[in-house]
């Protein structure tokens, strides 16, 4: 059983920066692929990005490939989204997503999910 907190989300004015950040209970969380997933009002949940186990691997969305990063510390059993160049589209909350295999984080067919934050970014 894994049990995911976010934090890191606010009100931001586009240009501008935000890390979220996605703590982790458990002993296996190393060995776990790691993901963010947004939704913004009136839409699907989207795929943002995800990581390996051991960090070696990282996948994007094009809408965010250059301006987001992700990375993890396993030995603080946690896992950030680095969010620069904010825009307004980014409007969403931001889910942490967890699971053994990096295809079912992708694909959002991970077994965990965070309770999400809130992230507004105002023109």
């Known amino acids: 059983q894994v049990q995911l907190v976010e934090s890191g989300g606010g009100l931001v004015q586009a240009g501008g920066s935000l890390r979220l950040s996605c703590a982790a209970s458990g002993r296996t969380f190393s060995s776990y692929a790691m993901g963010w997933f947004r939704q913004a009002p009136g839409k699907e949940r989207e795929f943002v990005a995800a990581i390996s186990w051991s960090g070696g691997s990282t996948y994007y969305a094009g809408s965010v490939k250059g301006r987001f990063t992700i990375s993890r510390d396993n030995a603080k059993n946690t896992v950030y989204l680095q969010m620069n160049s904010l825009k307004p589209e980014d409007t969403a909350v931001y889910y942490c997503?967890?699971?053994?295999?990096?295809?079912?984080?992708?694909?959002?067919?991970?077994?965990?999910w965070g309770q999400g934050t809130q992230v507004t970014v105002s023109s």
């Open positions: 997503a967890a699971d053994p295999r990096e295809t079912s984080v992708v694909s959002g067919t991970n077994d965990y």
